[in-house]
């Protein structure tokens, strides 16, 4: 993935402009306590209802946990969608943790119910794999999403993912695994 233009699929690119903004252990936690007023205290953009309900507050109590033992996988655990034109947070994106010692980072999005359809998880998803092409130490990006969960498939498809398997997770049930591999300019 040698340039911006070579992100995603030919003719494709994100309509809207984001970034992911990294948040800190306060953050974190708050957010992990459905605080959204001490999370908002200590955020560095505001933050919305969708950052306390009840799934995201799961990722945010396994991302506190997370950061109190390394804080250095902060710079690569959920952050925020934020939209550069609306100058507001659409939802929440990063990877699962640092790279693996085999080079794989696992990517996760979430984006608000009231702002889906609008590109913004493929800005999110191509902001995070332009980030992994970026990074020496990543050769594989992974996603795993639920059968029923045609959209998110749809979207990974046209990034070039394949499935390479499944697994149960606890709070998801069934995910398929697919996975793409990362090439550095």
């Known amino acids: 993935m040698a340039s911006e233009e070579q992100i995603g699929p030919p003719g494709r690119r994100a309509e809207q402009q984001v970034r992911i ?19 908002n205290a200590v955020s560095p953009v505001p933050l919305s209802p969708l950052f306390i309900d009840a799934s995201s507050r799961y990722v945010w109590q396994m991302r506190a946990e997370q950061i109190a033992m390394d804080p250095a996988s902060a710079d690569w655990v959920n952050g925020v969608i934020w939209c550069e034109r609306e100058r507001l947070a659409v939802g929440h994106a990063g990877y699962h943790g640092p790279p693996d010692p085999s080079g794989m980072v696992e990517i996760g999005y979430t984006v608000d119910p009231v702002y889906r359809r609008r590109g913004y998880a493929r800005a999110a998803l ?5 980030r992994a092409s970026c990074e020496p130490r990543v050769r594989t990006a992974r ?3 639920r059968p029923d969960n045609v959209a998110s498939f749809q979207l990974a498809s046209q990034y070039g993912f394949v499935r390479v398997g499944e697994q149960w997770d606890d709070v998801d049930g069934l995910e398929i695994i697919y996975e793409v591999e990362i090439q550095h300019p």
């Not at 948040?23 to 992990?32: D, E, I, S």
């Not at 191509?126 to 332009?130: I, S």
């Open 21 to 39: 903004v990294h948040l800190t252990g306060p953050v974190f936690r708050a957010l992990a306590d459905g605080d959204l007023a001490a999370a």
């Open 126 to 130: 191509e902001t995070l794999l332009r």
């Open 143 to 145: 996603v795993s999403i």
